[in-house]
């Protein structure tokens, strides 16, 4: 999944942003109700340019809590502006309050405030919301402002489970493992099903490496976003064990990783996908 693997590019930027600043807030639009269940963890990610190559910018994509209620929304979401991580347009832990409406034909339409512009994200979901789900976004006024762009909405599903797989250390600047450096990991996981303040999942439990390298990570304050998957909160220390980034499919399935320890196995990152048992 191409955005999946940027995504766990930003994620690994997030200690950069540690030291930026938040705040959130909220309201409700009244519409008419819908059958589907949606109130969860959400994502919409630009579509990559196609004369580029490139995501589009100054903002790349959109995650968060959504919870629906009669057709009215209201949740809290971040953006990442991925042309300037010292200086971007919104801070990368800024909580923007989303509200909006879901109509009785399932077009979602959400409203997102953005440093002194609005953003408008727009899509019709199916019956399936654990998928990649067509639609765009646009932000009016302020220095993110952007024309309407072609994007991907999904809900992720709870990653709460057990996930196996085997990393590897790759090749300076390539997707190539280096040999003898196979290592079997077992994540279990356990996120909350109630966001925090700043529409984020809080997550629990374990990773253990045996292999080539040989050691356990405790994640005693994780959290889940969109797709992305961490071993330590945004704002907050990082475990003296070492640090878990990931990506995650919108089921949860399958789990792409990168695996670092600061005292042990040779300081080296390790990478990988795990999927769920």
């Known amino acids: 999944m191409p955005h999946m693997r940027s995504h766990l590019r930003i994620l690994l930027l997030l200690p950069l942003a540690a030291i930026l600043g938040c705040g959130s807030s909220g309201g409700i639009v009244s519409t008419p109700s819908t059958a589907l269940d949606l109130t969860g963890n959400w994502e919409a990610i630009g579509n990559l340019v196609s004369n580029t190559g490139l995501p589009p910018s100054p903002i790349e994509d959109f995650n968060g809590s959504l919870a629906f209620t009669n057709g009215s929304v209201i949740g809290v979401l971040r953006a990442f502006d991925n042309g300037s991580v010292l200086n971007p347009c919104v801070a990368l832990t800024q909580d923007l309050p989303a509200i909006g ?7 979602l339409t959400l ?8 953003a408008t994200i727009t899509a019709t979901l199916p019956q399936n919301i654990h998928t990649f789900i067509p639609g765009s976004y646009q932000i009016v006024g302020g220095p993110c402002a952007m024309p309407a762009t072609a994007m991907k909405i999904s809900q992720f599903a709870n990653t709460t489970g057990t996930y196996t797989g085997t990393f590897n250390v790759l090749a300076t600047g390539t997707l190539t493992p280096v040999p003898g450096t196979a290592t079997a990991i077992t994540a279990v996981l356990t996120q909350s099903t109630i966001p925090n303040a700043d529409g984020q999942f809080p997550l629990t439990g374990s990773i253990t490496a045996a292999g080539a390298c040989t050691a356990t990570l405790a994640i005693t304050n994780g959290l889940v976003f969109g797709d992305g998957v961490t071993s330590w909160p945004l704002s907050g220390p990082i475990s003296q064990q070492g640090t878990f980034t990931g990506a995650i499919d919108p089921t949860a399935d399958t789990l792409y990783g990168n695996l670092f320890f600061f005292s042990t196995c040779n300081s080296q990152s390790y990478n990988g996908t795990l999927i769920r048992q």
Request: hydrophobic letters at 25%; zero cysteines.
């Open 111 to 118: 409203t997102v405030p953005i440093s002194g512009g609005i």
């Open 101 to 107: 409406t879901l109509d009785s034909n399932n077009n």
